[in-house]
T-cell receptor, first 115, second 112 residues
Framework: DAGVIQSPRHEVTEMGQEVTLRCKPI?????LFWYRQTMMRGLELLIY????????DSGMPEDRFSAKMPNASFSTLKIQPSEPRDSAVYFC?????????????FGSGTQLSVL | KQEVTQIPAALSVPEGENLVLNCSFT??????LQWFRQDPGKGLTSLLL?????REQTSGRLNASLDKSSGRSTLYIAASQPGDSATYLC???????????FGTGTQLKVEL
């Protein structure tokens, strides 16, 4: 199993530009989570999906952030327009749906720098 | 609101030493608790998941304990090695069990 795959690994962009982060969850996992990690706030849950449906997006900081999951094997997190304070590592994670006692598997993250 | 705290924030020990990492949580009504490891520039790897009905869970040199009533968990690492150097985070489910709330982590360095 290839694990959770995220792309790109690194993204450097200028303020105001659109940024799209991508995630492929583990096959058979139908819960998908987007987290953001910063030194100041640690790991924060932004949004999660069950069976491609967004369940809780209360962690999405602003309307500039949006996430989609068009099918079971792909999700995107978009920031438009990006700002320097969005600089962070963004992680995608997946788990079998409804299994709160299952382990959560993380991707390697996307290091985002907004200049 | 569930709050998860880890102490110490950083720890440096000589190789071979046994050590304990601590995790505290404010709401004892949890389903389970997970311990993760994060290497620099990498994602998180789940090490152990201890169910609310369990008191201990072991994997190799790692042993996690859970005391729900006191809101505490410990991760015991036996005979530490330089390869154990990483940040260790604990996490508990919140929001009906679907979300994980993470602690701030303990950065461990095992020196030769």
């Amino acid at each position: 199993d290839a694990g959770v795959i995220q792309s790109p690994r690194h993204e450097v962009t200028e303020m105001g530009q659109e940024v799209t982060l991508r995630c492929k969850p583990i096959s058979g996992h139908n819960s998908l989570f987007w987290y953001r990690q910063t030194m100041m706030r640690g790991l924060e849950l932004l949004i999660y999906f069950n069976n491609n449906v967004p369940i809780d997006d209360s962690g999405m900081p602003e309307d500039r952030f949006s996430a989609k999951m068009p099918n079971a094997s792909f999700s995107t997190l978009k920031i438009q327009p990006s700002e320097p304070r969005d600089s962070a590592v963004y992680f995608c994670a997946s788990r079998r749906r409804g299994q709160t006692n299952e382990k959560l598997f993380f991707g390697s993250g996307t290091q985002l720098s907004v200049l | 609101k569930q709050e998860v705290t880890q102490i110490p924030a950083a720890l440096s020990v000589p190789e071979g030493e046994n050590l304990v990492l601590n995790c505290s949580f404010t709401d004892s009504a949890i389903y389970n608790l997970q311990w993760f490891r994060q290497d620099p520039g990498k994602g998180l790897t789940s090490l152990l998941l201890i169910q609310s009905s369990q008191r201990e869970q072991t994997s190799g040199r790692l042993n996690a304990s859970l005391d729900k009533s006191s809101g505490r968990s410990t991760l015991y690492i036996a005979a530490s090695q330089p390869g154990d150097s990483a940040t260790y985070l604990c996490a508990v489910p919140t929001g009906g069990g679907n979300k994980l709330t993470f602690g701030t982590g303990t950065q461990l360095k095992v020196e030769l």
